[in-house]
């Protein structure tokens, strides 16, 4: 049976057990006239069948469609015959690969033999036992905890207090997800993490000059030497946030300047929101505009003058993401800038202080932690954003200051370690996790301390 | 005497001799920041126009019109009209039969292959379709604008420069001369391209459509909206109506404005050691997709939806609490309906975002290669970003411009999202 048309169902039972709760609420105090003996109002009685009747069958539903991919495939490899079965384990999720494809009536990447193929039918045949189990299971919890609900139902029984109880566990579970989810990130890349540096050790990870991931599958292989040294990667990042920053900074804030203490209302209201649009265009929407529009413009630009610059430089992945981070910036210090008290900048102008200098010398300073806030935010932004990287910068790993040549950030190696096909235990593959667990440190500091600085900053005037 | 004088001197002279310096600065202070606000305008100006003017002309393709000739004993020559048979025959045959009458000039095997490559290689089954429609049309001859190749097409628009030396440019002087000689007979067309909209990738730059990545991206979205909705909401409402003050919620606090900020990448690893390599859900699948975009909007809903919880005031609770209600009643019947258009409008400023996001969804394999289009969220897809990422690294100059395009559309939803987002917030916020 079709998940979908389980779930339909399980709908259906739960509009039936409503109508069925609300009757029998009424039933027992002898219909509508009775309705003041009950101690909550009838639609409480329904809502109370119906949540029985529905949450845990869905919940099964539920767990079954995250956990049946895992057990079907360990169960079709303890049915393989031992000779399949002991090889290393590459070869073996190779071999369930074709398996699964087999049994889904894809194109398989090696010769069917008749094992394989048993293997392939054993695991449709479990799959539609599967299916047929979880219908009969799911409906037979559903229509169990429902009449349990229903016979339950009478005058005295609180069902409003029993429902609001069960929605607020409900709501106490959706805003643990976020937890989860942390909880989630932090595991999934630690334990990655882990074990890649069960092979690698973490200094030579940290500290390591070069990086050239591609492991050697043969001892007298060139050039792949399996080098795993982060420090190109971070010296890339933090090259082109630099220069992000160095074209984001500046003209975020004098934009924000400008609009909160000189512009027209009017200007303000159509300007503001132009501004905020670059922060809503997709990032790969910027990167196609740095590697086929700026990128080649700079090489242009570099060749008239006489330099020799990377088609992949620096410079263009660079100014582009100061673009994306515009928006940001301004946002941001306008926030700050609005909330110093205008008693502070009437004082400065009582004196004779021009706007400039009211600016410079009195809103400034007093804004400047929750600007610096900003800044660190756009920071993290930058060192995280993935795609504009990705098409515009490039692959090779230099340790260089010079923004002409091509350099690889952090994020460009997770995406072109993991992208495409992968044995999942490789020290390559594991790589990935290990620099997304930096990644993760890196970003996660620096939101803390700025989020610190303009909560801190806020309280001082508030 | 000196002396006197300076002691004499007051003030107001020491400021007017300033005076001029100081007005200069503040003029060019206040130019520095009117010249950020216009590079802002710029940068947005520029980005817009370099894609329309980029990816305007994907919106029509060349088609070449001939006299095509369904020749009865290529197609069927048992005049079964069996469908199965008929897919099998050599309808490139029907396809170029009309060309070589055009050009009769052409005759050694080299030239006549250039010369076929005019021609899509869809093009005999544009054919082979218009047979399966209707086989009455097998033995009559028909007036039919036949796909024209990219490099056929690129020419006819302007994108190839024709006096560059012949060596550097794709098309050579002979092709050029046959698409001059096609134009002058009036037989090149371009036409509304239908097909970019509703096929799905391919390799060939004129067959290839966003349609798979669209419907691709409606599932996605249509995943994430269904999970990240109810949660967020349920979540905001925990947080700001029932949670008492204390260290946990101080720690989801905290935990979700840092969520915000985490880079989107990241997520994407959670999906794939976690959805796909754990619970073994099928890659590439819009599920999977969704599932991750739901985490990853999540903490901008649930910002969006307490602070719109926060805007109601608090006298409706008082009055709904005063007339016996009790709090889950309060918040369901009286907070909750107040508060809602602020929620959804930050679900869609929420479901924009996800629209555009492509680094969690290349960790998740969505980047294959995808002719068909997805009839489901299990299905094996790409999402509209996705598919321009793929596009901007083909080397045809033809996908530049499909890019583009689909880049424009891609703006073009978002645009209509945000503006709705916009709307909805004009018309139903309420000042207290």
């Not at chain 2, 009839?375 to 299990?378: D, E, Q, S, T, V």
């Given at each position: 049976m079709q998940f979908s048309v389980l779930v339909m169902i399980l709908l259906g039972v739960m509009a039936a057990a409503y109508h069925l709760g609300r009757r029998r609420s009424l039933a027992s105090v002898g219909g509508r006239s009775g309705v003041r003996n009950l101690h909550s109002l009838p639609a409480y009685y329904g809502f109370y069948t119906a949540l029985w009747a529905g949450l845990p069958a869905l919940l099964v539903a539920g767990l079954w469609v995250f956990f049946e991919g895992s057990l079907i495939t360990s169960m079709v490899v303890q049915s393989l015959p031992a000779s399949l079965r002991d090889v290393p384990p590459e070869r073996l999720g190779l071999l369930v690969n074709d398996i699964t494809n087999l049994a889904n009536g894809n194109i398989v990447s090696t010769q069917v033999d008749a094992g394989m193929q048993r293997a392939a039918d054993h695991m449709n045949e479990l799959r539609t036992i599967g299916r047929v189990a979880l219908a009969a299971v799911a409906l037979s919890i559903a229509l169990a905890a429902g009449s349990l609900a229903w016979r339950a139902i009478g005058p005295k029984m609180r069902a409003r207090n029993r429902v609001e109880r069960i929605v607020s566990g409900l709501l106490i579970g959706s805003s643990l997800i976020a937890i989860l989810t942390t909880v989630g990130i932090v595991l999934s890349v630690l334990f990655e993490s882990f074990r890649f540096f069960q092979k690698i050790p973490v200094t030579d990870f940290l500290f390591g000059l070069e990086w050239s991931p591609q492991v050697a599958l043969r001892a007298d292989q060139v050039g792949a030497s399996g080098a795993f040294g982060s420090v190109p990667l971070f010296a890339g990042t933090l090259l082109i946030s630099f220069i992000a920053l160095l074209v984001a900074v500046p003209i975020g804030l004098m934009a924000a300047i400008y609009l909160a203490d000189y512009a027209s209302p009017r200007l303000r209201s159509y300007a503001k929101p132009v501004l905020e649009v670059l922060a809503g265009v997709p990032t790969v929407v910027y990167g196609f505009f740095a590697a086929l529009t700026l990128a080649p413009a700079i090489r242009g630009a570099g060749e008239a003058m006489g330099m020799t610059v990377s088609s992949e430089s620096a410079l263009a992945a660079g100014l582009v993401m100061g673009v994306m981070i515009i928006p940001f910036v301004s946002s941001l210090s306008d926030d700050v800038i609005n909330a110093v008290p205008q008693s502070l900048r009437d004082a400065a102008y009582a004196l004779g202080a021009t706007r400039s200098e009211t600016i410079r010398q009195v809103v400034l300073p007093a804004a400047l932690p929750g600007i610096m806030g900003g800044v660190l935010l756009a920071a993290s932004r930058a060192i995280g954003e993935t795609m504009i990287v990705v098409m515009a910068a490039g692959l090779s790993a230099n340790l260089t200051a010079n923004p002409l040549e091509s350099v690889t950030t952090v994020t460009v190696q997770i995406v072109t370690l993991l992208v495409g096909d992968q044995e999942f235990d490789s020290a390559k593959t594991l790589a990935a996790f290990a620099l997304g667990l930096l990644l993760f440190i890196v970003t996660l500091g620096l939101n803390i301390v700025a989020l610190h600085i303009v909560r801190k900053y806020r309280e001082q005037y508030e | 005497m000196t002396d006197q004088k300076d002691r004499h001197k007051r003030t107001i002279d020491i400021v007017n001799a300033s005076l001029k310096r100081r007005y200069a600065r503040e003029r060019r202070f206040k130019a520095m920041g009117l010249g950020a606000v216009i590079l802002g305008l710029l940068f947005v100006s520029a980005l817009f126009f370099d894609i329309f003017s980029k990816g305007y002309t994907a919106f029509v393709q060349t088609h070449i019109e001939l006299e095509v000739y369904f020749d009865p004993a290529v197609i069927d020559p048992d005049g079964k009209r069996d469908l199965e048979e008929i897919s099998r025959a050599d309808f490139r045959k029907i396809a170029r039969a009309p060309l070589v009458k055009l050009f009769p000039?052409?005759?050694g095997r080299r030239d006549k292959l250039a010369l076929y490559s005019?021609?899509?290689?869809g093009a005999p089954y544009q054919l082979l379709n218009m047979v399966k429609d209707d086989v009455a049309v097998i033995g009559q001859t028909l007036t039919i604008d036949l796909i024209a190749d990219d490099d056929v097409d690129m020419l006819v628009k302007g994108h190839i420069d024709r006096h560059l030396p012949a060596a550097d440019r794709r098309v050579n002087d002979t092709m050029i001369d046959w698409i001059d000689r096609l134009e002058q007979l009036g037989l090149v067309k371009k036409k509304f391209n239908t097909r970019f909209f509703t096929n799905g990738d391919s390799r060939e730059p004129e067959l290839a459509g966003i349609g798979g990545a669209a419907a691709g991206s409606f599932y996605t979205l249509l995943v994430t909206l269904a999970l990240s909705f109810p949660i967020g909401v349920g979540a905001a409402l925990y947080l700001e109506e029932f949670a008492p003050k204390n260290r946990w919620t101080d720690l989801i606090e905290v935990n979700i404005n840092n969520l915000a900020a985490v880079p989107s990448i990241v997520f994407g690893l959670l999906g794939l050691a976690m959805f796909i390599n754990l619970f073994g859900l099928p890659r590439s699948a819009p599920l999977v997709g969704g599932l991750v975009l739901t985490l990853m909007t999540l903490p901008t809903i649930i910002i969006a939806s307490r602070a719109a919880l926060k805007s109601v005031p608090p006298s409706i609770r008082e009055a709904a609490l005063g007339v016996g209600a009790s709090k889950m009643q309060t918040v369901f019947h009286h907070v909750l309906p107040l508060a809602m258009p602020g929620m959804l409008t930050g679900t869609i400023i929420g479901m924009a975002q996800a629209l555009g996001e492509t680094a969690p969804l290349l960790m998740i394999g969505m980047v294959a290669f995808i002719v068909d289009i997805p009839?489901?969220?299990?299905d094996p897809s790409t999402v509209l970003p996705v598919q321009v990422y793929l596009w901007a690294d083909s080397p045809e100059r033809a996908f530049v411009e499909r890019t583009s395009a689909a880049i424009i559309m891609l703006l073009l939803f978002l645009i209509a999202m945000n503006t709705f987002a916009v709307i909805m917030r004009r018309r139903f916020e309420r000042r207290w």
């Open positions: - | 000039e052409v005759t005019i021609l899509s290689s009839g489901g969220p299990l």
